[in-house]
């Protein structure tokens, strides 16, 4: 049984399809690694960065899980360029082989811990919260970081959450949550993000 660390498993299956949409489509497209956009390294199982990832980390989440020539080639250093990370994913794409069970596995054990442990430490009051107010600020931390305290007015939102949730103004949190909608506002991650703020917003 998964270990959920606090959040509902409602909200665990919202992550999950954000990331990969299904289990089928999962298998048809994400399997190997993929290139999302040009802010991306090389991204496979639940949504998984690995041109962000530490070697350390991806040892961690990875070692004993996949062979040793998967190993290697997912410590290959984070990609400097948009230009080599389109060229590290092609190469890796043969190599690199994550089936559903085991992505569903590492995403459970390794990136849903270490985003909820972010969310703890970054926002005075997460643990007084619901598991599905818990469960949507996992997901925007799996997505944006934990920018709470970022400056810049792409990071407004963040800081507003993060005082939000300290003052106990929980009712404003979904607002915030909708008006960073703007940010991707006529790219090509509108739709997806602006589902998936919603959606969180709903929670």
């Known amino acids: 049984m998964i270990d959920l660390h ?6 665990f299956d919202d992550v999950v399809g954000y990331e990969v949409t299904s289990r089928d489509v999962y298998e048809k497209r ?9 802010q991306s390294g090389p991204t496979g199982a639940i949504g998984h960065d690995f041109g962000q990832a530490s070697r350390k ?22 990609p400097a360029s948009p230009g080599r990370a389109r060229d590290l994913t092609r190469q890796l794409h043969g190599v690199v082989d994550i089936p559903w069970d085991l992505a569903l596995e590492v995403h459970a054990a390794c990136d849903l811990p270490r985003y909820t442990t972010m969310c703890r430490a970054h926002l005075p009051g997460y643990d007084a919260l619901s598991p599905y107010c818990k469960g949507a600020l996992f997901s925007l931390v799996l997505n944006r970081g ?26 404003r949190v979904p607002a915030l949550l909708r008006s ?8 090509p991650d509108e739709k997806g993000l602006s589902a998936r703020r919603e959606k969180e917003a709903q929670r």
């Open 146 to 171: 934990a920018s709470f305290d970022k400056q810049g007015p792409r990071y407004a939102e963040m800081r507003d959450i993060k005082a939000a949730i300290k003052r106990g103004d929980l009712a």
């Open 180 to 187: 960073m909608k703007r940010i991707w506002k006529g790219t």
């Open 57 to 78: 980390q991806i040892a961690a989440d990875w070692e004993g899980q996949i062979s040793d020539a998967e190993l290697w080639a997912r410590r290959c250093p984070a």
């Open 6 to 11: 606090g959040i509902s498993q409602e909200t």
């Open 30 to 38: 994400c399997r190997c690694l993929t290139w999302p956009n040009p």
